[in-house]
């Protein structure tokens, strides 16, 4: 694999002009069929075989004029005065808002009786023309633009409901650039020279363009979450710069040690590039993964993740040789301090002393750190899931303000209404038995009402809006749901946005063991493979389980309890988001096992040429410490920068991302990997016979002498 993976590296070194081209015409083309041919982002939020998929279906066949989405535009008098007194100005307003493309009908608050008890708060339902996953962001942003009129004249005027909140795109941060910015300080302060650090920020940055142009391309073919860009961004910046980072790294510790720019570069390839090509596969793998959540809102976050994370694969194999070719020595131009320092053996190092300080005394080692991550990790133990609504969304937003006027008007159960749908055309119901079935939803403790039942044309189909008592994201909701669907005859289903969350909650949960043990699996047998070792591969899983498992509990005490919620901006707590323990475990796990790569690798790499275990993870520590921790450095910033947005969610992802890379490259990698390795001694490289004949003889490690050799440690 290492010599196939060199080929490719110096075909595009001996070429760079025609290997940028190429990729000048190939970013041109994507960037031009993504214009053309791509789609809009749409949220699949249907749970295949759930109740509410078939009550979906159920109405897109037999009623599909109720099946269309709805937004509601909410009115507030100022304090201590009656809405009625501005009834001239809501209707104007109603005017403007039936005059916005792919509105069909628009309700009168006062006729409707949609006016809170106190006569200040009011609503108007607002009907659209197709299903909300399907109108895109423009209707949302005309609807918010229609109530003007009634905020000229005073009143409070917001526009929610599921068109509004599941179109309306977070306004962009800008604190992606914050990370780029750190990752270049940190850059430039591991190479000493300016130019060396900006190659990596580059070919990142043009990996995630290109990516996101064919996750746009993608969009045309299949409905990609509206997740999906920002997560595949923040995963391929983080991946990309790293990728870049580990091959420039071993490129320029090849030439401190003599070698030619050729055979510097060639020998990176055939080394740190293969480790950068089985990083990649991995992350990838992770990430099609969750393909098997049967969660089409999961499948795109996933596949759309993948390709980013191809494109930064192949240009740190393809474009990066070709860019160094074409620098040659101009890869140490722009330095930032007067004198390159000389470079330091690995037996100098602090890593170096660190790993033989550990050998020595393994245990305390092992039992510290593995106890610092259980408890960091304890707090998942209490996590509870539910999917985000408008009341999660930030205080500035229009859908949550009008999420929280209408709770505050008409009680929390006006924003988690379920539609009952009956099917009354073969199931031995009949428009006789309608009234009863709403008579015994109503009964029901945790129903408020039930509004008088649609019929559609033909008689066939009967649609029951019923209100429950409680929130969207209150469990009380998921037991009143629980009742209605137990105690309702056969033909009778339940959906509504609220309806929806629950199911997809509840799919998670279940399909989220199947998820665990592929990937798990998948990665086990990758690492058997890539390195020949049973133990190296089951204690690679254990401790990314570790890391993982300390990144879900930091999150759960952040934002499901609240500790430390203010320093990074929550306004108030949270329940962890149905969707994040498959994302984050895909996510993570794929990373970790990048930092596993690059470091046993090198550990490989030393114990092929010396046969001495303990020197062995001494030296590739020592060699691989330096850019692991640079790598970490520059992922955490970029996650970290993901933060500062508005947005609950993306926060979620950004710190528990950053919090399980900082732990891996530190607790992890640099603690637990030579605690064990020491305590396991030869048993590292432990395969059984059999097995070894049978797996495929892939090599991560180049050619190695018969003693190990005195590797430079770049300083600058």
């Given amino acids: 694999m290492n010599g196939w993976i060199r080929r490719i590296g110096t075909a595009s ?37 759930s109740d509410s998929a078939a009550a979906t279906e159920l109405l897109e066949q037999g009623f599909p004029e109720a099946a269309v989405g709805s937004a509601v535009a909410v009115f507030a008098a100022p304090e201590g005065e009656l809405l009625t007194g501005y009834r001239d100005d809501v209707e104007a307003t109603l005017v403007q808002l039936r005059a916005v493309e792919r509105v069909t009908a628009v309700t009168e608050p006062f006729a409707s009786g949609a006016v809170s008890p106190d006569g200040q708060i009011g609503f108007a339902d607002i009907v659209m023309d197709a299903p909300s996953g399907e109108l895109g962001p423009e209707p949302a942003e005309a609807l918010a633009a229609a109530l003007a009129p009634a905020r000229d004249a005073g009143l409070t005027a917001e526009v929610g409901g599921e068109a509004v909140f599941l179109n309306t795109e977070p306004e962009p941060s800008g604190a992606e650039a914050v990370g780029v910015l750190v990752a270049l300080v940190v850059l430039v302060v591991a190479f000493g020279t300016v130019v060396a650090a900006l190659v990596p920020i580059a070919l990142a940055l043009i990996a995630v363009a290109a990516g996101l142009s064919g996750i746009t391309l993608l969009a045309g073919a299949m409905d990609v979450s509206t997740s999906g860009p920002v997560i595949a961004a923040m995963v391929g910046l983080g991946v990309g710069i790293d990728y870049a980072l580990f091959l420039v790294s071993r490129y320029r510790e090849n030439r401190i040690a003599g070698q030619d720019n050729a055979t510097a570069l060639s020998a990176a390839m055939g080394t740190s590039g293969t480790a950068v090509f089985f990083a990649g596969v991995t992350v990838v793998l992770a990430m099609a993964a969750l393909v098997l959540t049967g969660m089409g809102v999961l499948a795109s976050i996933g596949l759309a993740t993948s390709l980013v994370v191809l494109f930064a694969v192949a240009t740190a194999l393809t474009l990066l040789p070709a860019l160094l070719s074409l620098l040659g020595d101009r890869i140490d131009a722009g330095r930032v301090v007067g004198r390159r320092r000389p470079a330091r053996p690995v037996e100098a190092t602090v890593w170096w002393r660190l790993s033989h300080r550990i050998s020595a005394r393994p245990w305390p080692y092992l039992v510290v750190a593995s106890l610092l991550l259980l408890t960091l990790a304890a707090p998942a133990l209490s996590m509870k899931t539910g999917f985000p609504d408008a009341g999660d969304a930030p205080v500035g937003t229009t859908h949550r303000q009008a999420h929280d006027l209408l709770t505050e008007g008409f009680g929390p159960g006006i924003n988690a209404p379920l539609l009952v749908v009956a099917d009354l055309s073969g199931s031995g119901l009949g428009v006789d038995d309608v009234p009863l079935l709403a008579e015994r939803i109503a009964a029901d403790p945790g129903i408020g009402s039930v509004a008088e039942a649609r019929l559609s044309t033909d008689g066939d189909t009967a649609v029951l809006t019923a209100l429950p008592t409680t929130a969207p994201a209150d469990p009380a909701t998921a037991r009143t749901l629980e009742r209605i669907r137990s105690s309702a005859p056969d033909g009778v289903h339940v959906t509504g946005q609220a309806a929806l969350a629950i199911d997809l909650d509840t799919s998670l949960s279940s399909t989220l063991p199947l998820l665990l043990g592929s990937v798990l699996a998948a990665s086990f047998l990758l690492l058997v493979v890539v390195f020949r070792s049973v133990t190296v591969a089951l204690k690679a899983v254990v401790m990314n389980l570790l890391s993982i498992g300390a990144a879900y509990g930091v999150v759960v005490a952040v934002f499901q309890w609240g500790w430390l919620g203010g320093l990074i901006g929550l306004e108030g707590t949270y329940l962890i988001a149905s969707p994040l323990p498959a994302i984050f475990f895909a996510v993570l796990f794929g990373l970790s096992m990048d930092y596993e790569v690059f470091l046993v690798s090198r550990i490989r790499e030393a114990y092929d040429a010396s046969g001495d275990n303990v020197e062995a993870v001494a030296r590739g520590l020592a060699s691989s410490a330096r850019v692991i921790t640079c790598g970490a450095l520059i992922m955490t910033a970029v996650f970290l920068s993901f933060v500062a947005t508005p947005e609950p969610f993306v926060k979620m992802i950004g710190l528990g991302l950053a919090v399980a890379i900082a732990l891996d490259a530190t607790v992890v990698r640099m603690v637990l990997v030579p605690a064990t390795m020491a305590l396991l001694g030869k048993a590292n490289w432990w395969l059984p016979g059999w097995l070894d004949r049978l797996l495929p003889v892939v090599r991560v490690e180049g050619e190695v002498e018969a003693t190990p050799a005195r590797v430079p440690v770049p300083v600058g």
């Fill in 13 to 49: 070194a001996r070429r760079p002009k025609r290997t940028i081209g190429a990729w000048a015409l190939l970013a041109a083309l994507v960037v031009a069929l993504s214009s053309t041919l791509g789609g809009a982002y749409l949220d699949d939020l249907t749970v295949r075989g």
